[in-house]
Structure formats: C-alpha cells, structure tokens
C-alpha cells in the first residue's frame, strides 16, 4: 500500500517570503500522480497543483511550484511571494496512474502567513 | 462551476443513534468520496462510488455504510454512532475519466460531527 508522509505538522513564513513544503510518498509503482491540495480556515478543500509521475519538468501554477524527484520519491511544494491568504492546511496526494481513483492523502502541513 | 454539498455543517448526536451525512453534487460526476478528517491523522478515505448503487470500502469502513440510490447523492450512514466517530467528514466528487489521467476531485465543506 502507498503511504504519503508531511514531516512538517506547522510551518510559518513572512508574508512576501517563499516557503517550502516538504512530502515524501513510498510506492513500487511506477506510474502515478501526484497533488498539493489546500484547506482554507473555511475548510473547503481545493486543488493547487498536480504532477505526472511520468513527466520530468516540474508543475507550476502561478506563484506555487513543485520539485518533484521521482527517483527519491519526493514531491515538495514551493510557495513564492506568500500571501496572507496562503494560510491554510495544506495536504500532499497520491494517486496510483491504475486501478481505482482513490487518494491517499499526507497527515497535513498548517501554514501560517505572518504579516 | 463545479459545487458540492453537505447536508449539515455542524452536528450532533447520541451514541447509539443512527446518523445520515448527504452529499450532492451538481456536475454529473461518476466518482464519489467519503472521507474522515482527524487532527494528525489528514483525510481518510471510508467509502468511494463509481456508480449508482456501486460502493468500495476504502481504508477505514467499519462502524460505516454508505447509499448511491442516485448519481447525485451519496449518503454515509453511522448505524450506531460512537464517540470515537466524533470527527470531520468530507465528501468528494470527481470524472470518472479512466486511470490515465489526473482528474481533479471537488470537495465539499464538510460535516464536524459530534458524538456524545
């Protein structure tokens, strides 16, 4: 079973800065996607950025960016220029490439945005 | 845009109780999700849907059930609710776009369900 781990429970940056996220994931497989999903204090969970397994270049979505590093099973999540509404709970996501559609999602990251 | 729903965002319930969590989505989806969201632990799946009437248990299904009478609506049923299902419940919807590709699911707001 594929098992998603964010070692970092809180992490804090000054507005304007750039902070990064750090997730690791175990699977055998080898096709499969990746995502950063972010919960506002309003708890509705949206989708930041995704990740082919299968593709090299890094995904990048405006100020958020990813480092992906496939052979160390790494997938970590920059956030340049941060904002105060960057604050939120931010989960990392695994989805095998086969099979069923299901995530399995990290333990969370809480972002805090200091002004 | 795509908008999904739960029935309640606060509730409250006895042990023993038999409880309902509705969700409704409005874009047509074929996949639908129940998660359990718990401080240390993120979110955990406890039933998925492909379809009307299908069901697959996900990681942590005891102590669940679930109901997809329609492709809208999917119901997560507590049949006897214990304090330890004192939690956050999230529901999810996405395509059912085949295994190669990354479809995004849409979640709703949740459900902060207290058991006393």
């Known amino acids: 079973a594929q098992t998603v781990t964010q070692s970092q429970p809180e992490m804090s940056v000054q507005e304007a800065e750039t902070v990064t996220l750090s997730c690791t994931y175990d699977?055998?497989?080898?096709?499969?996607?990746l995502f950063w999903y972010k919960q506002p204090p309003s708890r509705q969970m949206i989708l930041v950025i995704r990740?082919?397994?299968?593709?090299?270049q890094n995904a990048t979505e405006n100020r958020f960016s990813v480092n992906f590093q496939k052979a160390a099973k790494s997938f970590s999540l920059k956030i340049s220029d941060s904002q105060l509404g960057d604050a939120a709970m931010y989960f990392c996501?695994?989805?095998?490439?086969?099979?069923?559609?299901?995530?399995?999602f990290g333990t969370g990251t809480r972002l805090t945005i200091i002004p | 845009d795509v908008k999904v729903t739960q029935s309640s965002r606060y509730l409250v319930k006895r042990t023993g109780e038999k409880v309902f969590l509705e969700c409704v989505q409005d874009?047509?989806?074929?996949?639908m999700f129940w998660y359990r969201q718990d401080p240390g632990l993120g979110l955990r799946l406890i039933y998925f849907?492909?379809?009307?009437?299908?069901?697959e248990k996900g990681d942590i299904p005891e102590g669940y059930s679930v109901s997809r009478e329609k492709k809208e609506r999917f119901s997560l049923i507590l049949e006897s609710a214990s304090t330890n299902q004192t939690s956050m419940y999230l529901c999810?919807?996405?395509?059912?776009?085949?295994?190669?590709?990354?479809?995004?699911?849409?979640f709703g707001p949740g459900t902060r369900l207290t058991v006393l």
């Open positions: 999810a919807s996405s395509l059912h776009m085949g295994a190669l590709s990354y479809n995004e699911q849409f």
């Open positions: 849907s492909y379809d009307v009437k299908m069901k």
């Open positions: 996501a695994y989805r095998s490439a086969f099979g069923n559609e299901k995530l399995t």
């Open positions: 990740q082919e397994a299968y593709k090299q």
């Open positions: 699977t055998s497989e080898s096709d499969y996607y």
């Open positions: 874009m047509d989806h074929e996949n």
